[in-house]
T-cell receptor
Framework: GAGVSQSPSNKVTEKGKDVELRCDPI?????LYWYRQSLGQGLEFLIY????????KSGLPSDRFSAERTGGSVSTLTIQRTQQEDSAVYLC??????????????FGPGTRLTVT | DQQVKQNSPSLSVQEGRISILNCDYT??????FLWYKKYPAEGPTFLIS?????DKNEDGRFTVFLNKSAKHLSLHIVPSQPGDSAVYFC??????????FGTGTQLKVEL
């Protein structure tokens, strides 16, 4: 079946502009995660959606970052007034989830964001 | 304050030999540990995992060892193959289902 897909694959934007990144999770996966990887760094957790629960936003670096998940499926990560330090690869992952069980997260190919 | 550390940014191994990738963590409350492999321009791919109630998990050429007293995790690949050349990330889970990743180790398997 289809894996996690993300669009666009690459995005170049000018400092101060807003960007939207999209993630289509694996069908049937109830949990969706956003991470980012800056140059030379590991993956940094941003936000996590699980079913109808309130999202865990504890990793969002500033209030310029927001995300939503419509209909329990597709998610959009929005960065307002982009800064050069926002340049990174933004990765989306999805997983099955039941309380008390750990399920592996499956990642999309990422969106490479470059802020000039 | 890094909770998960991979102190070796790179490792070079000859084909057929064993590759050992290491990972240290700080929080004894982490309950699930995973290894991911990442090729350039692709997202990370899940490789193998281990629960905190175990100390070893094996899957084909890949074995993960967990030493809870030392807060140390390792991945053994044997025999190593050129296709194993990639960046390997360890990840830990604690509190909810989000993962905390290490900075990665670039493995190069040479002919």
């Amino acid at each position: 079946g289809a894996g996690v897909s993300q669009s666009p694959s690459n995005k170049v934007t000018e400092k101060g502009k807003d960007v939207e990144l999209r993630c289509d999770p694996i069908s049937g996966h109830t949990a969706l995660y956003w991470y980012r990887q800056s140059l030379g760094q590991g993956l940094e957790f941003l936000i996590y959606f699980q079913g109808n629960s309130a999202p865990d936003k504890s990793g969002l670096p500033s209030d310029r970052f927001s995300a939503e998940r419509t209909g329990g499926s597709v998610s959009t990560l929005t960065i307002q007034r982009t800064q050069q330090e926002d340049s990174a690869v933004y990765l989306c992952a999805s997983s099955l989830y039941t309380s008390g069980a750990a399920y592996e997260q499956y990642f999309g190919p990422g969106t490479r964001l470059t802020v000039t | 304050d890094q909770q998960v550390k991979q102190n070796s940014p790179s490792l070079s191994v000859q084909e057929g030999r064993i590759s050992i990738l290491n990972c240290d963590y700080t929080n004894s409350m982490f309950d699930y540990f995973l290894w991911y492999k990442k090729y350039p321009a692709e997202g990370p791919t899940f490789l193998i995992s281990i629960s905190s109630i175990k100390d070893k998990n094996e899957d084909g050429r890949f074995t993960v060892f967990l030493n809870k007293s030392a807060k140390h995790l390792s991945l053994h690949i044997v025999p190593s193959q050129p296709g194993d050349s990639a960046v390997y990330f360890c990840a830990v889970r604690g509190g909810g289902n989000k993962l905390t990743f290490g900075t990665g180790t670039q493995l190069k398997v040479e002919l």
